[in-house]
């Protein structure tokens, strides 16, 4: 097992990210709802490089008692990150999806001591 | 835990990418994947990649042989404002391949070129390195649409011109780089003085015909171009495009649902009609290439048309065999964008096609459903032969093109 030092737990704020190589693996480490998250920088479909995808609140269509739709909204509550290869949405809290879950990233783990974050690996 | 494992972490030059981004650094991890499965020693084509002419479009119209046409041209792009390519007919706005920004390479290729040659033989040189590729074909964009054009005239003023321009800055700079002249489909004469002049050009390796168009390719109209390239062994693609003003789609909302059809669609039309009026039995070695429509379709009317082949045979006199023996036999396909979910479906697909000798590998980079060639070299039903084969030397034998690998990764 390995720990690599990647910065202090403020340069990365809320809404932000920092993607870093360790060694041969790359990880993205996201701040969401003032949480960390870090994942390996690998979308499941085509190995893509997931973490440094664009972020997006899921897209939902809300369906009304009529069971009719009228207009696409912002769900800020989970937010997705998108692979910049093949547009693959993926919640950056759980790891799932956007679609079927059985398709997920691969979370990496993090210690955080004295402020400083570390990736274990 | 080993302390003495710990070291700091290296941050990527690149945290988040975008339309700025270079071609190196979006296919990094491509790169790494050609290098890990030992591509060095692979011949890798891509029979079918882009370039964005429009971009380019102010500099292209000057090669339109019309001096009338080319003088309107040229001023149009002087002068207009806000308007789009001059002559480009299509969809307008309704280009929503990118999944609104969240495929910043489809929607732009805004990084710095510098190399003393055109941009376009820069990005696709910096794309074939990164993907591992000997060989790249590269096809147009905008232009796949200018079938449907109201002017049949305006596609042979700027197929020729888009000919004549992507050999003269492109092509004759790297040769390496390919590619399947533009055929004015919709005027015969035109397409073959197309072929009679354009076939041993630098780099043009066949012909193609954009297959987003109302014209049958049975029509007598066109068994002198059939002749002619099967008398040249220069095989003929149809490449399959979208395009939303298709009646057929009209229902449909999502750019998803009609791109899913829409580019599959055109060459399904187009195959029904080339197999059943028995294009292959009077061209029998015409080579037809079928082009961005994806595999999973192919199955699908196989079935179809030998069932309704052997309730009807006498609607179509000249087959002697199934249409799916002619769609093995007589056609080839280019792999992407390959659907992959249901692996058996895939294995099906490529044993109906045989793929062995009919498929060919096809990145469509830089476009939003682009394949990469460890998707051919990972799948676990081929041999290594017939990964090779697919990959490159069904290509090369198809286009008479040196196997050795050419590339350095």
């Known amino acids: 097992m390995a720990e690599y030092l990647v910065c202090s737990e403020e340069e990365i704020a809320d809404g932000g990210r920092r993607v870093v190589a360790c060694g041969e693996r790359e990880i993205g480490i996201f701040r969401v709802k003032g949480a960390l998250h870090?994942?390996?920088?690998?979308?499941?479909?085509?190995?893509?490089?997931?973490?440094?995808?664009r972020i997006y609140p899921e897209v939902i269509e809300p369906v009304d008692e009529k069971g009719e739709?009228?207009?696409?909204?912002?769900?800020?509550?989970?937010?997705?990150?998108?692979?910049?290869?093949?547009?693959?949405?993926?919640?950056?809290?759980?790891?799932?999806?956007?679609?079927?879950?059985?398709?997920?990233?691969?979370?990496?783990?993090?210690?955080?001591?004295e402020g400083q974050i570390y990736v274990v690996l | 835990m080993d302390i003495s494992n710990k070291d700091r972490a290296r941050e990527l030059p690149v945290?988040?990418?975008?339309?700025?981004?270079?071609?190196?650094?979006?296919?990094?991890?491509?790169?790494?994947?050609?290098?890990?499965?030992?591509?060095?020693?692979?011949?890798?084509?891509?029979?079918?990649?882009?370039?964005?002419?429009?971009?380019?479009?102010?500099?292209?119209?000057?090669?339109?042989?019309?001096?009338?046409?080319?003088?309107?041209?040229?001023?149009?792009?002087?002068?207009?404002?806000?308007?789009?390519?001059?002559?480009?007919?299509?969809?307008?706005?309704?280009?929503?391949?990118?999944?609104?920004?969240?495929?910043?390479?489809?929607?732009?290729?805004?990084?710095?070129?510098?190399?003393?040659?055109?941009?376009?033989?820069?990005?696709?040189?910096?794309?074939?390195?990164?993907?591992?590729?000997?060989?790249?074909?590269?096809?147009?964009?905008?232009?796949l649409t200018l079938g449907l054009h109201p002017q049949p005239e305006m596609e042979v003023y700027l197929g020729r011109a888009y000919n004549r321009w992507l050999i003269d800055k492109v092509?004759?700079?790297?040769?390496?780089?390919?590619?399947?002249?533009?055929?004015?489909?919709?005027?015969?004469?035109?397409?073959?003085?197309?072929?009679?002049?354009?076939?041993?050009?630098?780099?043009?390796?066949?012909?193609?015909?954009?297959?987003?168009?109302?014209k049958a390719v049975h029509h007598n109209d066109y068994m002198r171009i059939y002749a002619m390239l099967e008398e040249r062994n220069l095989p003929i693609a149809f490449h399959?495009?979208?395009?939303?003003?298709?009646?057929?789609?009209?229902?449909?909302?999502?750019?998803?649902?009609?791109?899913?059809?829409?580019?599959?669609?055109?060459?399904?039309?187009?195959?029904?009609?080339?197999?059943?009026?028995?294009?292959?039995?009077?061209?029998?070695?015409?080579?037809?290439?079928?082009?961005?429509?994806?595999?999973?379709?192919?199955?699908?009317?196989?079935?179809?048309?030998d069932d309704q082949y052997l309730m009807r045979p006498s609607e179509a006199p000249q087959l002697k065999k199934l249409p799916s023996e002619y769609m093995r036999e007589n056609c080839w396909y280019t792999t992407q964008p390959m659907e992959t979910v249901n692996m058996k479906a895939l294995q099906l697909t490529l044993e109906m096609i045989n793929a062995e000798s009919q498929l060919l590998f096809a990145s469509d980079w830089p476009h939003f459903d682009f394949d990469l060639p460890q998707e051919i070299y990972d799948l676990p039903f081929l041999s290594e032969q017939a990964k090779r084969n697919i990959l490159g030397l069904n290509a090369a034998k198809l286009f008479n093109l040196d196997p050795t690998p050419r590339k350095t990764l």
């Open chain 2, 240 to 305: 399959a495009a979208y395009h939303w003003q298709d009646q057929s789609l009209a229902t449909i909302n999502r750019f998803l649902g009609m791109h899913a059809l829409g580019f599959v669609w055109c060459n399904m039309v187009h195959m029904t009609n080339w197999i059943l009026n028995g294009i292959p039995e009077r061209f029998p070695k015409l080579k037809s290439i079928w082009v961005e429509s994806g595999l999973a379709w192919i199955p699908f009317l196989m079935q179809r048309l």
């Open chain 1, 69 to 113: 739709v009228r207009t696409l909204l912002y769900n800020e509550e989970n937010m997705h990150v998108a692979c910049p290869w093949h547009g693959w949405e993926f919640n950056l809290e759980t790891g799932s999806n956007a679609g079927p879950a059985k398709y997920r990233l691969h979370r990496a783990e993090l210690a955080i001591r």
């Open chain 2, 15 to 143: 945290q988040q990418i975008d339309v700025f981004t270079d071609t190196r650094d979006i296919l990094a991890h491509a790169n790494r994947a050609a290098k890990k499965r030992g591509f060095e020693d692979w011949l890798i084509c891509d029979v079918d990649a882009h370039h964005t002419e429009t971009i380019s479009w102010h500099e292209l119209v000057q090669y339109i042989e019309d001096p009338v046409i080319r003088h309107q041209a040229m001023l149009f792009h002087d002068e207009k404002m806000g308007t789009a390519s001059y002559g480009l007919n299509g969809d307008m706005g309704l280009k929503y391949q990118d999944v609104g920004g969240r495929i910043p390479h489809q929607a732009g290729i805004r990084e710095k070129v510098d190399d003393g040659v055109h941009r376009d033989v820069t990005l696709s040189r910096r794309a074939m390195s990164a993907l591992g590729v000997d060989y790249m074909v590269l096809f147009p964009t905008p232009m």
């Open chain 2, 171 to 214: 092509l004759s700079k790297d040769d390496r780089l390919k590619t399947l002249a533009y055929l004015p489909f919709n005027v015969p004469k035109e397409a073959e003085r197309t072929i009679e002049e354009f076939s041993g050009q630098p780099g043009v390796i066949g012909f193609c015909v954009p297959s987003v168009r109302h």
């Open chain 1, 38 to 53: 870090a994942w390996h920088n690998m979308c499941p479909h085509r190995q893509g490089p997931i973490c440094q995808g």
